[in-house]
């Protein structure tokens, strides 16, 4: 069974740096989203933890990094220079097979409760 669990949201300086974790196993599929309030839902970063295949959106490219670590069950999103427009509620994802849009929402079918990242100037 496939279950997710995000941490280590909140709050940081502009330029800062925040490392986001979830507890996430029963799956290879793994990705990462976005929800700034009032806004629709943005896929961040994708990877295939079978051999490391990853992707990014476009705004997460260069500054994020999405890994996944077999021996801790555990997914992670390493931010490095924040900026205030990455002011959202992240969620981690799981397909149920090999997503044919990796950064599309309606590719997966579980998903974590959410962990605020604020970014401030």
């Known amino acids: 069974q496939v279950q997710l669990q995000e941490s280590g949201g909140g709050s940081v300086q502009a330029g800062g740096s925040l490392r986001l974790s979830c507890a996430a196993s029963?799956?290879?599929?793994w990705a990462w989203f976005r929800q700034a309030e009032g806004k629709e839902r943005e896929g961040v970063a994708y990877?295939?933890?079978?051999?490391?295949?990853?992707w990014y959106g476009d705004s997460a490219k260069g500054r994020f990094t999405i890994a996944y670590d077999n021996s801790k069950n555990t997914l992670y999103l390493n931010m490095n220079n924040l900026k205030p427009e990455d002011t959202a509620m992240y969620y981690c994802?799981?397909?149920?097979?090999?997503?044919?849009?990796?950064?599309?929402?309606?590719?997966?079918?579980?998903w974590g409760q959410g962990t605020q990242v604020t970014v401030s100037s």
């Open positions: 990877i295939y933890a079978g051999a490391g295949d990853t």
């Open positions: 029963g799956s290879a599929y």
């Open positions: 994802a799981a397909a149920r097979y090999a997503p044919s849009r990796v950064l599309s929402a309606a590719e997966y079918s579980y």
